[in-house]
């Protein structure tokens, strides 16, 4: 297990104990079992797919046991019904922590896929956000002239575009930053080395590392 979700289960572990001997010193009318919802929210920093299943089930049977065990200032059909109520309310977080846990590893599958397409591919393929190159593949280097990734990644792309399109594409970024997907042909490209090349573009937005980004393809001209 790596260190980080070690320490997210620990912490866990280390506050569902507190809070059921709390609950278990507790009289029954005193909401103490809602702390629950503590460590299964931390669940969303585990990375084990099951782990909202597991903390919700224990943190059920720790109720239950606890309604047993705690001092009685209420009526016992009080406090059961109390803590049923609660049970569900912690069984509908599992779900939608659940559920938001599945759609980030689906997104990352999908970026991982993107992103080994992205490779072969024969355009250059770039992902840009906030005014930096966050991804570039093999043919963008040739394309823009770099020797290696690192030359491109943290880089403006408005900086390599020739001033005469400038003001025209910083536009269609814009417009595809809000989800337009917009070609922008005969793009000039300036180099470090001071060489000029030309590309049609095409600028869509996709969603890169749990954020929107925009998608940028180029497909050199030949001069």
């Known amino acids: 297990m790596p260190e980080t979700a070690l320490r997210v289960a620990s912490l866990i572990l280390a506050l569902i104990i507190v809070i059921f001997y709390l609950d278990v010193i507790t009289p029954l009318g005193l909401a103490v079992w809602i702390l629950y919802f503590i460590p299964l929210f931390l669940t969303l920093y585990w990375g084990w797919r099951y782990g909202p299943f597991f903390v919700t089930g224990v943190a059920i049977v720790l109720i239950a046991a606890s309604l047993f065990l705690s001092p009685g200032d209420v009526s016992f059909a009080y406090a059961l019904a109390n803590r049923v109520f609660f049970a569900l309310l912690l069984v509908a977080a599992d779900l939608l922590i659940w559920y938001h846990k599945e759609s ?29 190159v966050l991804y570039a593949n093999p043919a963008s280097l040739r394309l823009f002239g770099a020797d290696r990734p690192e030359d491109l990644a943290g880089r403006d792309i408005l900086a390599m575009i020739d001033g005469d399109n400038h003001a025209l594409v910083r536009e269609r970024f814009a417009q595809a930053e809000l989800g337009a997907r917009i070609p922008v042909p005969g793009v000039g490209i300036v180099r470090p080395d001071g060489s ?22 180029a497909r050199a001209v030949p001069a």
């Open 196 to 217: 000029m090349a030309k590309a049609d573009l095409s600028l869509g937005e996709l969603a890169w590392d749990g954020r929107p980004a925009v998608l940028v393809v």
């Open 104 to 132: 980030e590893s689906a997104l990352r599958k999908s970026e991982e896929r993107y992103r080994n397409l992205a490779e072969f591919s024969p355009d250059a393929v770039m992902v840009y956000r906030d005014g930096a």
